[in-house]
């Protein structure tokens, strides 16, 4: 008896709620711009310079006696959040302190962060400082650009790829459902104020290989089911290639989102937010190939004369083995 | 019949093979690790017997590189400087002064008197009496210019003179410039290399970034406060003139004259001419010692050049004192009592013995060429990096398990193949980290973990592939032919595009980014080589053994 997450043969029609599908994936564009431009996203200190203390103690964290502790220092904006996480230990009370940029250019002085860590020691003896991590604000501005222009590189590198291989429709369809992933997951963290940091980057990227992953796989068999019924209606043939293509993205998505929230649950808080963003993505990125990727070939229409299958665009990888 | 040529099978299996005997050495870690440690030991300061009782745990003929820990997983300081270039500019403006004084001297009857003026930093102004004298003047101060010793910069001068009414003006060329910033860097890195090695860490990276910027990463180090004092400090060593010393700090110093205040007299001030007589670039040595009253001190010596300094110095002005200078405070200021023509002398002050040896090890090392300013800053505690690698160890196996569950539920004994083929394929990933000496993050764990799960994506694709060939009547060897040769280049392109943005993350990313593009990129490249070729070469094997008339997948 195997396991069938679907069965052999299916035949839904995923285009008979265009209006639905692609409206809600417009909705939720929406609010996601909206809360980037009303909300913000909560950056972290890669982004917007600035210090972060994470303490440990045997103790709980009382939050208000930290502040108390802190502010007399005169530092600022300091935000101080509690951690739980289901890996800690009972006697494991973890806390974050976050402390605005001090200066124009620097990282903080070691003078500082003694304050500090003296501070908080006099509310509480028996804590600890395991990580003690400070950016200055001249190089979180380069990191702001940095990610900014790793994004626009590898969308830009995938758009011509794909042109390459197959034909620019495609490549539209394709940047399109990158676009909707990556412009939603950032509003996701908007939303839901969770911190955005480099690693935050690294899972958006991720996305956008994973999600064209898909993607192309669906391409690939529209390109040749294309081949195959020359006369069939295009709405059919990406109707037949995503069906038959159905039982392998539910096991790819599968298998990846097993391992990935088996990371989110078990992996520790300090690589949560990175894990999310990419468990996230990849729910979103299997959705789109679909909904977006294949409704914007369909909008689009694509060359159906392809008769000279191995002219400029559209080149196949000849099959070694065969 | 599936045909599988005997020179590939070769091939594939000798690559698996290397990749796992590679791999091997991470299951052992501690013991390989303390093996390492002890093969550095030797060749650097000999053998004893503890070290090559260390060094015959793990056998020397076995590969014995790891898969280095990166700072969040092993703890550790981590620092990012930028070199302020433009010291450099102005010090080597200062070393200038007296040449071209001397120069502009001997021409005295054209150009008259002279004097240096206030100026921006980094340029040299020089007032002349006789204004109409300008281009004998020019002509003698750029007679001073040496070509400039780079590939780009051939055909130019190390200096621009410029000459303005009665004002000369003199600063580097760009092309100098250039060098010079280049030199500045090389020798920073140089001298914080020197000053981390002593200190005797494992593995530290010290390394460039970008123009004028230094990446210093020491793993197992307490904190970046630590590695701040010991980089940060310039130990800027010099021997000046004092001019007089009084206890008001708003004293105003002369034209080029500095003020510094003493560093074990409280309140007390020294006024000092501000070009050195000799500086600390010129020492070859300087050991911890004690002086005749058994404190601790510092015991140096100069180089010829430093050695003929300062003896000229010192047989000049017996009898006047002379000020020993440390990053902008007098250390002590004693008096000549005679000439002291070997070079070598002694520092001392209110030091405790560690003081003293600390100083003679930055004194050694050499000063930094310029200031450094801290732009970013890390420390990871070792707990949290321990920590870490054991949630990331659980999640890994709950992953793993649960993808390896799934697979043979789905596929069956297909599924088991394929199975085998994902456990190699994590062998291989840490054997090429290993043979490259990547690093290893907490997202690089993470990018493992994603890599087990898109794995099977090939093999999916493969097996769903042989399904509906199956299903469309073919025989079992034509339905895994086809399965694979018609995968192919939704698998191909599918990895090339995760590649590109792997790529992109390498090459934009920075540290634990890094660290995750690494091994997703390798990831990438030998899950599809295990989908490819190692499933592959297990199925046809199997086949081969059993020729089933039918097969169910």
């Given at each position: 008896?195997?396991?069938?997450?679907?069965?052999?043969?299916?035949?839904?029609?995923?285009?008979?709620?265009?209006?639905?599908?692609?409206?809600?994936?417009?909705?939720?564009?929406?609010?996601?711009?909206?809360?980037?431009?009303?909300?913000?996203?909560?950056?972290?200190?890669?982004?917007?310079?600035?210090?972060?203390?994470?303490?440990?103690?045997?103790?709980?964290?009382?939050?208000?006696?930290?502040?108390?502790?802190?502010s007399?220092?005169?530092?600022?904006?300091?935000?101080?959040?509690?951690?739980?996480?289901?890996?800690?230990?009972?006697?494991?009370?973890?806390?974050?302190?976050?402390i605005?940029?001090?200066?124009?250019?620097?990282?903080?002085?070691?003078?500082?962060?003694?304050?500090?860590?003296?501070?908080l020691?006099?509310?509480?003896?028996?804590?600890?400082?395991?990580?003690?991590?400070?950016?200055?604000?001249?190089?979180?501005?380069?990191?702001?650009?940095?990610?900014?222009?790793?994004?626009?590189?590898?969308?830009?590198?995938?758009?011509?790829?794909?042109?390459?291989?197959?034909?620019?429709?495609?490549?539209?369809?394709?940047?399109?459902?990158?676009?909707?992933?990556?412009?939603?997951t950032?509003?996701?963290?908007?939303?839901?104020?969770?911190?955005?940091?480099?690693?935050?980057?690294?899972?958006?990227?991720?996305?956008?290989?994973?999600?064209?992953?898909?993607?192309?796989?669906?391409?690939?068999?529209?390109?040749?089911?294309?081949?195959?019924?020359?006369?069939?209606?295009?709405?059919?043939?990406?109707?037949?290639s995503?069906?038959?293509t159905?039982?392998?993205?539910?096991?790819?998505?599968?298998?990846?989102?097993l391992?990935?929230?088996?990371?989110?649950?078990?992996?520790?808080?300090?690589?949560?937010?990175?894990?999310?963003?990419?468990?996230?993505?990849?729910?979103?990125?299997?959705?789109?190939?679909?909904?977006?990727?294949?409704?914007?070939?369909?909008?689009?229409?694509?060359?159906?004369?392809?008769?000279?299958?191995?002219?400029?665009?559209?080149?196949?990888?000849?099959?070694?083995?065969? | 019949?599936?045909?599988?040529?005997?020179?590939?099978?070769?091939?594939?299996?000798?690559?698996?093979?290397?990749?796992?005997?590679?791999?091997?050495?991470?299951?052992?870690?501690?013991?390989?690790?303390?093996?390492?440690?002890?093969?550095?030991?030797?060749?650097?300061?000999?053998?004893?017997?503890?070290?090559?009782?260390?060094?015959?745990?793990?056998?020397?003929?076995?590969?014995?590189?790891?898969?280095?820990?990166?700072?969040?997983?092993?703890?550790?300081?981590?620092?990012?400087?930028?070199?302020?270039?433009?010291?450099?500019?102005?010090?080597?403006?200062?070393?200038?002064?007296?040449?071209?004084r001397?120069?502009?001297?001997?021409?005295?009857?054209?150009?008259?008197?002279?004097?240096?003026?206030?100026?921006?930093?980094?340029?040299?102004?020089?007032?002349?009496?006789?204004?109409?004298?300008?281009?004998?003047?020019?002509?003698?101060?750029?007679?001073?210019?040496?070509?400039?010793?780079?590939?780009?910069?051939?055909g130019?001068?190390?200096?621009?003179?410029?000459?303005?009414?009665?004002?000369?003006?003199?600063?580097?060329?760009d092309?100098?410039?250039?060098?010079?910033?280049?030199?500045?860097?090389?020798?920073?890195?140089?001298?914080?290399?020197?000053?981390?090695?002593?200190?005797?860490?494992?593995?530290?990276?010290?390394?460039?970034?970008g123009?004028?910027?230094?990446?210093?990463?020491?793993?197992?180090?307490?904190?970046?406060?630590?590695?701040?004092?010991?980089?940060?400090?310039?130990?800027?060593l010099?021997?000046?003139?004092?001019?007089?010393r009084?206890?008001?700090?708003?004293?105003?110093?002369?034209?080029?004259?500095?003020?510094?205040?003493?560093?074990d007299?409280?309140?007390?001030?020294?006024?000092?001419?501000?070009?050195?007589?000799?500086?600390?670039?010129e020492?070859?040595?300087?050991?911890?010692?004690?002086?005749?009253?058994?404190?601790?001190?510092?015991?140096?010596?100069?180089?010829?050049?430093?050695?003929?300094?300062?003896?000229?110095y010192?047989?000049?002005?017996?009898?006047?004192?002379?000020?020993?200078?440390?990053?902008?405070?007098?250390?002590?200021?004693?008096?000549?009592?005679?000439?002291?023509?070997?070079?070598?002398?002694?520092?001392?002050?209110?030091?405790?013995?560690?003081?003293?040896?600390?100083?003679?090890?930055?004194?050694?090392?050499?000063?930094?060429?310029?200031?450094?300013?801290?732009?970013?800053?890390?420390?990871?505690?070792?707990?949290l990096?321990?920590?870490?690698?054991?949630?990331?160890?659980?999640?890994?196996?709950?992953?793993?398990?649960?993808?390896l569950?799934?697979?043979?539920?789905?596929?069956?004994?297909?599924?088991?193949?394929?199975?085998?083929?994902?456990?190699?394929?994590?062998?291989?990933?840490?054997?090429?980290?290993?043979?490259?000496?990547?690093?290893?993050?907490?997202?690089?764990?993470?990018?493992?973990?994603?890599?087990?799960?898109?794995?099977v994506?090939?093999?999916?694709?493969?097996?769903?592939?042989?399904?509906?060939?199956?299903?469309?009547?073919?025989?079992?060897a034509?339905?895994?032919?086809?399965?694979?040769?018609?995968?192919?280049?939704?698998?191909?392109?599918?990895?090339?595009?995760t590649f590109?943005?792997?790529?992109?993350?390498?090459?934009m990313?920075?540290?634990p980014?890094?660290?995750?593009?690494?091994t997703?990129?390798?990831?990438?490249?030998?899950?599809?080589?295990?989908?490819?070729?190692?499933?592959?070469?297990?199925?046809?094997?199997?086949?081969?053994?059993?020729?089933?008339?039918?097969?169910?997948?």
């Amino acid at each position: 008896m195997r396991l069938k997450l679907v069965p052999d043969e299916t035949n839904w029609d995923f285009f008979a709620r265009l209006p639905i599908t692609l409206g809600f994936s417009g909705l939720m564009l929406v609010v996601s711009v909206v809360a980037f431009f009303v909300m913000g996203l909560n950056f972290g200190i890669d982004f917007r310079g600035g210090t972060t203390i994470r303490t440990e103690s045997t103790q709980a964290v009382d939050v208000g006696a930290y502040r108390d502790a802190i502010s007399p220092l005169g530092l600022g904006d300091v935000s101080i959040t509690e951690v739980f996480d289901p890996s800690f230990r009972d006697d494991q009370h973890v806390a974050m302190v976050r402390i605005e940029a001090q200066n124009e250019e620097e990282s903080i002085t070691p003078e500082t962060v003694q304050q500090i860590e003296d501070a908080l020691k006099t509310v509480d003896p028996a804590i600890t400082f395991p990580s003690v991590e400070s950016v200055g604000p001249k190089v979180s501005g380069e990191l702001v650009m940095t990610a900014i222009y790793s994004v626009l590189a590898a969308i830009a590198a995938v758009l011509v790829y794909i042109w390459l291989r197959f034909e620019w429709q495609f490549a539209v369809g394709a940047v399109a459902a990158l676009v909707h992933d990556v412009a939603i997951t950032i509003g996701v963290f908007a939303l839901f104020q969770i911190r955005f940091d480099l690693s935050t980057i690294a899972a958006l990227l991720t996305i956008v290989g994973y999600s064209l992953n898909d993607t192309v796989v669906v391409f690939d068999r529209v390109r040749e089911n294309l081949r195959r019924y020359k006369v069939m209606k295009l709405k059919e043939v990406l109707n037949l290639s995503i069906n038959e293509t159905m039982s392998r993205t539910v096991m790819t998505s599968g298998t990846t989102l097993l391992a990935l929230i088996a990371l989110l649950v078990l992996g520790g808080d300090v690589i949560r937010g990175f894990v999310f963003a990419m468990t996230f993505g990849i729910i979103i990125g299997t959705y789109s190939s679909v909904f977006v990727a294949s409704a914007f070939l369909l909008k689009l229409g694509v060359k159906r004369d392809w008769s000279k299958p191995d002219g400029e665009a559209g080149t196949q990888f000849a099959d070694v083995d065969a | 019949m599936l045909h599988y040529p005997l020179w590939r099978r070769i091939i594939v299996i000798g690559l698996v093979v290397l990749g796992l005997v590679y791999a091997a050495p991470n299951l052992f870690y501690g013991r390989v690790e303390t093996h390492n440690d002890a093969a550095t030991a030797i060749e650097k300061f000999g053998a004893t017997a503890e070290r090559e009782a260390d060094l015959s745990a793990w056998p020397g003929w076995l590969p014995s590189s790891l898969v280095n820990l990166g700072l969040d997983l092993r703890g550790g300081a981590h620092l990012l400087a930028e070199v302020k270039v433009e010291d450099v500019y102005a010090h080597r403006m200062d070393a200038l002064w007296p040449e071209v004084r001397d120069a502009l001297r001997d021409e005295r009857d054209a150009v008259g008197a002279i004097r240096r003026i206030d100026a921006p930093e980094g340029q040299l102004k020089v007032r002349i009496e006789t204004p109409a004298g300008m281009p004998v003047a020019l002509e003698t101060v750029r007679a001073l210019a040496s070509p400039v010793v780079t590939l780009t910069g051939v055909g130019s001068n190390d200096i621009e003179v410029a000459g303005e009414g009665d004002t000369i003006t003199v600063q580097l060329s760009d092309a100098e410039q250039l060098a010079t910033d280049d030199r500045t860097i090389q020798q920073s890195l140089e001298i914080i290399r020197r000053r981390v090695d002593e200190v005797g860490t494992r593995e530290p990276v010290i390394q460039r970034q970008g123009e004028r910027r230094i990446l210093i990463q020491v793993p197992g180090l307490g904190s970046a406060e630590e590695l701040k004092a010991l980089i940060g400090t310039t130990a800027q060593l010099t021997f000046n003139p004092v001019v007089s010393r009084t206890g008001d700090p708003g004293t105003r110093p002369g034209a080029r004259q500095v003020i510094y205040p003493s560093m074990d007299e409280e309140g007390i001030y020294y006024v000092l001419e501000e070009t050195p007589v000799v500086t600390g670039e010129e020492l070859t040595n300087a050991q911890p010692s004690f002086d005749q009253n058994g404190r601790p001190a510092v015991n140096f010596q100069f180089n010829v050049s430093g050695a003929r300094k300062f003896g000229e110095y010192t047989a000049e002005n017996v009898g006047a004192p002379f000020a020993i200078v440390l990053d902008g405070e007098v250390i002590s200021a004693p008096r000549i009592n005679e000439p002291i023509p070997g070079g070598s002398g002694i520092i001392t002050g209110n030091f405790t013995v560690e003081e003293s040896t600390n100083l003679a090890v930055l004194l050694r090392a050499g000063a930094l060429p310029a200031e450094m300013t801290f732009l970013e800053e890390r420390t990871i505690g070792p707990e949290l990096g321990a920590d870490s690698i054991e949630a990331g160890k659980i999640a890994s196996i709950v992953a793993f398990a649960g993808v390896l569950i799934v697979m043979v539920a789905s596929y069956g004994w297909f599924g088991m193949l394929a199975n085998v083929a994902l456990v190699l394929n994590v062998g291989m990933v840490f054997g090429l980290l290993s043979a490259i000496g990547a690093t290893l993050t907490l997202p690089g764990i993470a990018g493992i973990v994603l890599t087990i799960g898109m794995a099977v994506d090939a093999n999916v694709l493969v097996f769903e592939r042989i399904r509906e060939e199956l299903r469309a009547g073919r025989g079992p060897a034509r339905a895994i032919e086809l399965g694979y040769e018609k995968a192919l280049s939704a698998i191909i392109d599918a990895n090339i595009t995760t590649f590109i943005t792997a790529v992109i993350l390498f090459i934009m990313g920075s540290g634990p980014v890094k660290g995750f593009a690494v091994t997703l990129a390798l990831g990438i490249l030998t899950s599809v080589f295990a989908a490819i070729y190692v499933t592959r070469l297990l199925i046809v094997m199997w086949f081969e053994r059993r020729r089933p008339k039918q097969i169910e997948v």
